[in-house]
DNA sequence: CTAGGGTTAG
């Protein structure tokens, strides 16, 4: 079928049919009476205008044929990629010239069979007969289709060698092959000093070779360079040029450009269409998308494609999905560009049952083992939270790029599977596949959240040799990643280095100088990003009153979260308002915070209600803290937690029956509390230690260790506080069990193997004790060693005897 | 005989 969206392709179209009927029509007389210049000429018009078999008729029926006719029926021939019969011809050929050589080299180079047309080449020189620069345009060709950088080199070594490097085809061949094997560089300095005779070829593949190259602003510029010197741009050169608005979201120069189209007549043209179509689309302009494509003659489902991952970007998944299925209903095959952009619109858990469909849809029409594809299906899966179909996918992938490993890293990810994603990532770097910039990013957030220094830094380190440049969500993460891991200070390195921050830049710093204890700096830096011009978003303000409460910064906390729901608009959420009754309860305005708890304005859960009970109990009241408890035993009827805070009140004052009351209920409902452990991690290896564990290999240096430490620490004035130790057993077995709290023991243990200068670095999964809070800020101090807990609330700094959480845990 | 073109996933 003939293509009918060109103007011009109709016209030519008119002209053969009109061959098409001299031919049959003419006789062997009148056909031997024309002279071979009108039968070659007609032969040609049947080549050009595809119809080969008819041209092969006349062909046959010539009573005389030269030169030309010969060449004409090889490269007809050649051109369609009908290599074999060309071939023939071409054996046939009585007096082969450069021409009938040329003809078939371009043949099966621009059909992709660069092997045969370099022999060919070197065969036709041995052959005796010289290549012209059509010749060498044609091999040059080949090597920018292929990316034969090397081969093409050697062709312009040739080139120069035989004085063809002066020929403006090619100069332009050249000009393409460096600019497709991402030379521009090279490209830019053939075309800059190209004595003369710049075409409208050289100019376009210069513009097409900036393109690609991802250049826009010296495309654009390449393009007015060629308006101004009056060559005319056409359906080759616009596409190139439409990207590069595209790619810098230029629309203004987008909208101009489209005015020279249709000035130029050009509008029909399936590529610019479609570079219209994406243009219009992935700068958001969806009705001038959408109208481009409704204007195209033709079905297409490149530009179709196009408007779908613009309805996807703009987060129009409805339209995104009626665009797919008016697409089959119009019999546009969909393509494995399509497949990527439908399955990217359905990654929330709504979608499921669609996910699953198109899924069929893509084995149905045969894209199944296109990677891409397959990609796009992992991400999806891991999106809705179904691994197993995710991994079933990826364990179909042969030969998986880095982005296969990234859709499986951020799949467990998203699930909270961080140890898994690591797994992922590092047998990713065992296939030798190398990370880029995304899943960098990706680990490093697993990283921040399992607060896995060392993983980190090794992620860090490894970035930093590789040669990619950093970016905005690599520098996200390592902000983030060093925060969470207790290294304010590399944050703040990380944080100053970079050029553009955003509001996750800031708003992760502020978090991360929240839980490390600098309240005061969390709201400076608040100030300045308002000043520098970035608005706050709902996650800032958990840092900002995270900050505020552990500062103890009431009337700050007040305003701020005043100025979240009136000045930003900004809904609070349960750990807003759990910081904010925090603040308020550990400050003794139990009362104002009860009056917050009971105005939320979303029901609150159990964390809020657990900071209400230990506000309750900081202050002593035991009325509250017994509705509190009440409702906590309804809401986590696991968690030992009120239980055993209500019952520590009662003991408190003296209220022994309701204390064993309260127990006693605890055992019949057989709730235990969560066993507390400590770990630190040493040469790759995780040290976990439980209260009073014998278990650890090291375990006599260990006990003896805290021996020496508890004998020195007392000395200096710590006292074991008795209220931290079980309640059944004498005191000389109370203090004891102190000293082997799990902390304890993990800080001996860093004593003994973590070198003089280096900071011992310690998990836990609960809140840290009273009694090892207190023992560690002596040790701190008598040690002289930097001790880094980081418990389940936020990070303890000990240092000469301080803690930088101000005792405010 | 003649070089140059558009859309992909994390």
């Not at 497709?180 to 075409?199: H, I, Q, T, W």
């Not at 359906?235 to 000035?263: K, S």
């Not at 991400?379 to 990234?406: C, E, H």
Request: neutral net charge; glycine residues 8%.
């Amino acid at each position: 079928m003939y293509k009918l969206y060109s103007l011009r392709y109709m016209g030519l179209l008119q002209k053969s049919n009109c061959c098409q009927n001299w031919c049959r029509t003419l006789s062997r007389k009148a056909l031997a009476e024309s002279s071979i210049l009108d039968t070659n000429r007609y032969l040609n018009e049947l080549v050009t205008s595809g119809q080969i078999d008819e041209a092969r008729k006349l062909f046959e029926r010539m009573p005389h044929r030269d030169e030309f006719s010969w060449n004409t029926m090889v490269s007809g021939y050649a051109d369609l990629g009908r290599l074999t019969e060309a071939r023939k011809v071409f054996d046939e050929t009585p007096n082969k010239s450069s021409i009938t050589w040329s003809a078939l080299v371009s043949g099966y180079c621009k059909h992709g069979y660069e092997t045969e047309g370099f022999q060919l080449f070197w065969e036709m020189r041995y052959e005796g007969h010289k290549p012209s620069q059509f010749t060498l345009g044609s091999v040059l060709r080949v090597c920018s289709v292929k990316g034969l950088l090397l081969k093409g080199k050697q062709i312009h070594g040739y080139a120069t060698k035989t004085n063809f490097d002066t020929k403006v085809f090619v100069i332009t061949g050249l000009i393409d092959m460096y600019a497709k094997c991402f030379c521009v560089m090279d490209a830019e300095l053939l075309f800059e000093e190209m004595p003369s005779g710049r075409n409208h070829v050289t100019w376009t593949a210069m513009i097409n070779g900036y393109s690609l190259n991802g250049d826009a602003h010296k495309t654009i510029r390449c393009f007015r360079g060629m308006r101004a010197v009056g060559i005319q741009a056409n359906q080759y050169t616009f596409p190139g040029v439409l990207t590069a608005c595209t790619a810098v979201f230029d629309i203004g120069f987008g909208v101009q450009v489209h005015g020279c189209i249709v000035h130029g007549g050009f509008e029909a043209n399936v590529f610019v269409q479609s570079a219209l179509v994406d243009l219009y689309a992935k700068c958001g302009d969806l009705r001038s998308a959408r109208n481009a494509l409704e204007l195209m003659e033709v079905d297409h489902v490149v530009s179709s494609n196009s408007m779908i991952l613009g309805y996807v970007r703009n987060g129009f998944v409805e339209e995104a999905l009626s665009l797919f299925k008016e697409m089959h209903e119009r019999n546009i095959g969909p393509n494995d560009y399509t497949y990527p952009s439908v399955l990217n619109c359905l990654t929330s858990k709504k979608y499921v049952r669609k996910g699953q469909l198109v899924h069929c849809l893509v084995i149905k029409t045969g894209f199944k083992g296109y990677k891409i594809v397959s990609n796009a299906l992992v991400d999806m899966y891991a999106k809705q939270g179904d691994l197993s179909s995710a991994f079933k996918v990826f364990d179909t992938i042969l030969d998986r790029d880095v982005i296969s490993w990234t859709s499986a890293v951020t799949g467990c990810a998203h699930n909270g599977f961080h140890e898994k994603a690591l797994k992922f990532f590092s047998e990713m770097r065992n296939c030798g596949v190398q990370p880029d910039q995304v899943i960098t990013s990706s680990i490093l957030s697993s990283c921040a959240e399992l607060a896995l220094l060392k993983f980190g830094q090794e992620v860090h380190a490894n970035f930093l040799k590789s040669s990619l440049g950093s970016s905005l969500s690599v520098d996200n993460s390592l902000v983030t990643m060093y925060a969470n891991c207790g290294c304010l200070e590399e944050a703040n390195i990380v944080f100053n280095s970079m050029e553009t921050r955003n509001v996750i830049t800031w708003t992760a710093l502020i978090v991360g100088c929240a839980q490390n204890g600098k309240g005061k700096e969390s709201l400076e830096l608040y100030n300045e990003m308002i000043l520098s011009g970035i608005k706050p978003d709902f996650i800032t303000f958990i840092g900002l009153l995270f900050a505020c409460s552990h500062a103890g910064l009431v009337d700050q906390g007040r305003k701020h979260f005043d100025s979240m729901v009136n000045v930003y608009g900004i809904r609070p959420g349960p750990d807003h308002y759990t910081c904010m009754i925090d603040l308020l309860g550990r400050a003794g305005k139990l009362h104002d915070a009860e009056k917050l708890l009971n105005e939320m304005s979303v029901e609150p859960d159990a964390t809020v209600w657990k900071v209400f009970l230990a506000a309750c109990k900081e202050h002593g009241n035991i009325d509250l803290a017994k509705k509190a408890a009440l409702v906590l035993f309804k809401l986590t009827p696991q968690d030992a937690v009120p239980y055993v805070m209500l019952s520590n009140m009662y003991s408190a004052v003296g209220k022994w029956e309701d204390a064993a009351a309260v127990r006693k209920l605890m055992k019949s409902k057989s709730i235990s509390k969560e066993p507390g452990y400590s770990w630190l991690e040493m040469n790759g290896k995780v040290h976990r230690f439980m209260s009073e564990d014998r278990s650890h290999p090291k375990m006599d240096q260990i006990y003896s260790k805290i021996g020496e430490v508890m004998a020195l620490i007392k000395k200096a004035g710590y006292v074991p506080d008795m209220n931290f130790a079980l309640h059944d057993i004498n005191d000389e077995g109370k203090e004891l069990g102190l000293a082997y709290h799990s902390e304890k023991l993990a800080v001996a243990f860093g004593f003994l193997y973590v070198p003089q200068g280096v900071p011992i670095r310690i998990y836990k999964n609960l809140r840290v004790c009273g009694d090892c809070h207190a023992a560690m800020k002596f040790m701190s101090k008598i040690y002289h060693r930097h001790i880094i807990l980081r418990d389940s609330k936020c990070f303890h700094h000990f240092r000469e005897g301080t803690c930088s959480c101000g005792d405010y845990y």
